[in-house]
């Protein structure tokens, strides 16, 4: 018994009894602070001295310039480190993004809290004047880099970033500009009084106004933008617009009116004192109640899941969809289970701090919880049922593990497998870490971010040769062969090749406008941000090349797809002219005229994003090709589009007529008697106790067509009557097959996961390695598999096939071997792309400097894809067995191996296949057989009448041609050739 697992169960249990112990304050209907949102804990914005001893530091120097470039006298000029933190650099909890670009709806709450509290802006640690020719000058200096901004009357404030000592430093103030919207609420009626708070996302500084009687507001003295605006009311939750232009087009704020939920805990009927948990994206909350109904407030219109516990009971998780102003929902405390989980790695050591996220097998999230280096992590009381318990580590591959939680205490053990690892650090040209830039990973694809440090750490899926690729559009460009594993990377960024686009628009530079380079299948590199009021987006540090370039604005269709050729050590300056784009406008509608919020509306051919209906029904298509029609298609769970609906854009507004659905009720049962409490109606899911529904559904004619799907049950096609009450939807009991996960001893392995390569959920075996899975749907034939660490099993059934089935566990392969392109070198840092047929499992491996890998592996049958495409159809693949404790598998035309030409006639649906040995049969259609050769290659559809498989080694091989998924006419065409062959083979002729 490990020592550190006592201590965490002692820390756990004690824990426990704290909380249970800890009185509950009353709380009740209008008990507000326990259940509405509370200000958000701030990070420390500590201050960073800039002062150094007189006489010692460094000294700062620069220029104010006005937008034309001529000085500007007398301008006010602070300085700040720029270690000091702003909300520029803060990022989400939840999500990790920065917390500007976080797009959850609950981010504009936190947000809020910073223009509340003051927190979180440029904050001057020295300030000086400019003379009479806009020079400036700081002295006395501690520290490399600084943050210096300006202003002066009748300009804007213009930063500069990361500014070091003995760079000169010029400051372009721009015009003054003011930045105009409205605020209305959900019909679109204004709203007076909303607060409206706005900052640069260049320069973190804050400005606020008050909107007036008809809703409208001004920020004034902004400088250079875009800006991010929050608006927020009394009874309304914050709207945000996170990048706004200055400029004559107004921006409009909507605000939502906050929803209310309002739960009542049961215990057998009487009211019962809990501790309710609410949770959903972003949103997490908790109260208790002692038998009162408990509100939350300040929620926005989104799906929750909420729940209650109490000691040893828990309620069943309830997902609400908060469309009302106030939801009510009743929650039954019912005996529950606790999971007791265990971290460890898979020589049985425990994982540092893992973080535990447990979810309903449909996705919606019941709990998630941080754990201390080997101690035990309670989860419960939960609710009796199947769940899905996901660890995440640093350093660690995700795991997932079913979690079935059962009356009384589960013991569950999560083993986490380590990744490989490249970590280090981003520097810029001065060696300063270098915050917040991408970093990109080839051959992979993969990226990263580095935090505050510059630091990163990135996840690839074998060790191997990498490229590293780090691009910033005013700091420069780095890229580094690293040998993965790697620990200290320090990849630098250089100015490099540089391009610096102005963005306009009908004969004036555009604010907001982004930028993009690529080639074509090699990168995509994006700016970092947008233009601002000079239209200018720079792109420096870039790869020497030649690149396709083309400019976006959400207002503008895209500029012409331009081609540009950069060269190192220069700057090539362009411009780009965003085109004209034309509103789509219109309304959606029911049947009596009554607006429809929420309607999602594409048009087709497809131009633009997605946009949604307001609550008033109004929706707009901002920038689409002037005078071009387009067809719009309108999806709501509630109604179905029952009318054609055209439009052109700049045209008139568009009615599209959406029928309300009928709402129908039902009970779910299965075939036991018992009620089902989770199961999908259509496109709704459903989580009941008593397995009841209302839900509106589609009609056709006077009948009621809909699927009802539960896991472990046959799916049911409902097709009855159109009445409001459907009755009881009875369905029947999956088949299911049981068996043991042995050991290849015969021993039982318990906690072994339990699936199928077509199924949706999983199982965990027994204490004595039993299980039971249902057999899936639709199929004839599957594969059952079970794996614990790094072993694994798999067998093929027949559906309907009960077992017992014995899944014996084996080690993994060492497989290894080199890797060679189609001239016979070695290819190093090469990614090579397979898939486990049995259990239709992706494997990537990627080889080193030397074109060799080693990796483990789980025994089966593999598909190695071989062509440089990647692609199925039309390139070569390997087929291949995988067993015993060490394989060899080199890929490609290494050295000593022969190749062999084939004619065909290419047709639809045909194969080729080269299959290592002599056959005695092959079936018809031969795929089933000939996709578990022992090594064979195989050409699907091939492009061309001439087919050259290269890597074969010297020996006797099986040519077959036939179609691949039916029976071939005559059957396949087989024919035995040697290898090497110095003639060409013809099939099919």
């Not at 609950?106 to 020079?135: I, K, V």
Request: hydrophobic fraction near 40%; glycine fraction near 12%; aromatic fraction near 6%.
């Amino acid at each position: 018994m490990r020592n550190w697992i006592v201590i965490g169960v002692m820390a756990a249990l004690l824990a426990a009894g704290v909380a249970w112990l800890w009185p509950g304050a009353k709380t009740g209907p209008d008990t507000p602070a326990p259940h509405a949102p509370r200000g958000r804990a701030l990070p420390e914005f500590a201050a960073v001295d800039v002062a150094s001893s007189p006489g010692e530091g460094l000294t700062l120097t620069g220029r104010v310039l006005d937008a034309s470039g001529r000085p500007v006298a007398g301008a006010e000029v602070f300085l700040s480190a720029s270690a000091e933190q702003t909300l520029l650099g803060v990022h989400c909890d939840a999500c990790g993004q920065p917390l500007l670009s976080c797009p959850a709806r609950e981010t504009a709450l936190h947000t809020l809290a910073f223009f509340e509290q003051q927190q979180g802006f440029l904050s001057p640690r020295a300030s000086t004047h400019t003379d009479a020719e806009g020079r400036f000058r700081f002295e006395h200096l501690a520290g490399v880099s600084f943050s210096v901004w300006a202003r002066a009357p009748g300009l804007g404030i213009a930063l500069r970033e990361r500014a070091a000592p003995g760079e000169p430093v010029d400051l372009y103030l721009p015009p003054l500009r003011t930045l105009v919207g409205q605020v209305v609420d959900e019909a679109g009626r204004p709203l007076a009084g909303a607060r409206v708070h706005g900052m640069s996302r260049r320069a973190p500084l804050p400005f606020e106004a008050t909107s007036g009687a008809d809703g409208t507001f001004t920020l004034t003295g902004l400088g250079e933008g875009p800006f991010y605006v929050l608006a927020t009311a009394e009874g309304y939750l914050p709207m945000v617009e996170p990048q706004v232009e200055a400029g004559p087009q107004p921006v409009r704020l909507r605000l939502t009116p906050a929803r209310t939920l309002e739960v009542r805990v049961t215990r057998e009927g009487a009211p019962a004192a809990a501790l309710v948990r609410l949770r959903a994206d972003h949103l997490s909350r908790d109260s208790r109640t002692d038998g009162a109904p408990i509100r939350f407030t300040g929620l926005y219109p989104d799906e929750v899941v909420v729940t209650a516990e109490a000691r040893g009971l828990a309620s069943v998780p309830r997902t609400v969809t908060l469309d009302a102003r106030v939801t009510q929902v009743t929650l039954a405390l019912e005996p529950a289970g606790s999971l007791l989980v265990t971290v460890v790695d898979e020589e049985g050591q425990p994982v540092p701090e893992p973080e535990l996220v447990l979810r309903l097998p449909t996705g919606e999230l019941v709990r998630q919880e941080r754990g201390g280096t080997g101690a035990l992590v309670v989860l419960g009381p939960l609710a009796v049922g199947n769940y899905v318990l996901t660890g995440q580590a640093q350093g660690f591959r995700d795991a997932q593990l079913p979690a079935r939680v059962t009356p009384g205490e589960s013991a569950l053990e999560l083993v986490m497998v380590r990744a490989t690892v490249i970590s280090g650090q981003v520097l810029d040209v001065y060696g300063r870490p270098a915050p917040g830039v991408s970093v990109l990973v080839q051959p992979t694809g993969a990226t990263t971010l580095a935090d505050a440090e510059g630091r990163f750490v990135a996840q690839v899926p074998t060790p191997g040769l990498y490229e590293l690729h780090a691009h910033h559009s005013e700091w420069g460009g780095g890229q580094l062969k690293v040998t993965a594993p790697a620990t200290d990377v320090q990849l630098a960024l250089e100015p490099r090749a540089s391009v610096e686009v102005t963005v306009s628009a009908e004969g004036r530079r555009v604010e907001g406008a982004d930028v993009v380079l690529w080639v074509e299948q090699q990168g995509i590199f994006r700016s970092d941000r947008p233009s601002g009021s000079d239209g200018m987006v720079p792109m420096r540090g870039m790869p020497e090349g030649t690149y396709s370039m083309m400019a976006s604005h959400p207002d503008y269709l895209p500029s012409e797809r331009r081609e540009v050729t950069l060269t190192d050590g220069q700057t090539l300056k362009l411009e780009a002219a965003l085109r004209p784009g034309a509103p789509l406008s219109g309304e959606v509608v029911d049947g009596q005229n009554a607006p429809v919020a929420g309607a999602t509306l594409v048009v087709v051919p497809r131009g633009a994003e997605p946009v949604q209906s307001d609550a008033s029904g109004r929706f707009e298509f901002r920038a689409l090709r002037p005078d071009r029609g387009y067809r719009l298609e309108a999806r709501h769970p509630g109604y179905d589009q029952v009318e054609r609906a055209e439009g052109k854009a700049g045209g008139p507004p568009v009615r599209v007529v959406l029928k309300k659905r009928d709402v129908y009720r039902g009970r779910v049962m299965g075939d036991d008697g018992e009620p089902v409490r989770r199961f999908r109606v259509d496109e709704h899911d459903v989580n009941a106790p008593d397995g009841r529904f209302e839900l509106p559904l589609p009609t056709a004619g006077d009948r009621v067509i809909a699927s009802v799907d539960a896991t472990g049950y046959e799916p049911l096609m409902v097709d009855r009557p159109a009445k409001p009450d459907l009755g009881d939807l009875v369905l029947e009991k999956l088949p299911s097959v049981s068996g043991r996960v042995v050991d290849e001893g015969g021993g039982p392995v318990p906690d072994a996961v339990v699936s199928c390569d077509v199924c949706d959920d999983s199982v965990l075996s027994g204490p004595d390695g039993a299980f039971t899975v249902a057999s899936p749907p639709y199929v004839t034939r599957y594969t059952l598999s079970a794996r614990k660490g790094r072993l694994s099993a798999s067998q093929s059934l027949e559906r309907g096939a009960r077992g017992p089935v014995e899944l014996k566990l084996r080690q993994a392969t060492r497989l290894s071997g080199k890797v060679y392109r189609q001239d016979g070198r070695p290819a190093a840092g090469f990614e090579v792309e397979a898939v486990n047929a049995d259990r239709s499992e992706p494997l990537t491996i990627v080889t080193g400097p030397d074109g060799g890998y080693s990796v483990e592996v789980s025994p089966g049958n593999y598909r190695f894809s071989l062509g440089a495409n990647r692609e199925f159809s039309g390139e070569p693949a390997l087929v291949v067995q995988v067993g015993g404790s060490e394989m060899t598998l080199d890929l490609g035309p290494g050295p000593g191996s022969s190749s062999l030409t084939v004619l065909v006639k290419p047709e639809r649906g045909r194969a080729l296949w080269v299959v290592a040995g002599e056959l005695g049969a092959v079936g018809n259609p031969p795929a089933l057989a000939l996709m578990r050769s022992r090594w064979a290659q195989l050409v699907y559809q091939p492009r061309s009448e001439q087919v050259r498989l290269t890597g074969l080694t010297p020996g006797r091989y099986t040519l077959v041609w036939g179609n691949f998924h039916v029976e071939t006419p005559g059957g396949p065409e087989v024919r035995v050739v040697d290898v090497p062959s110095s003639s060409e083979v013809v099939m099919g002729r």
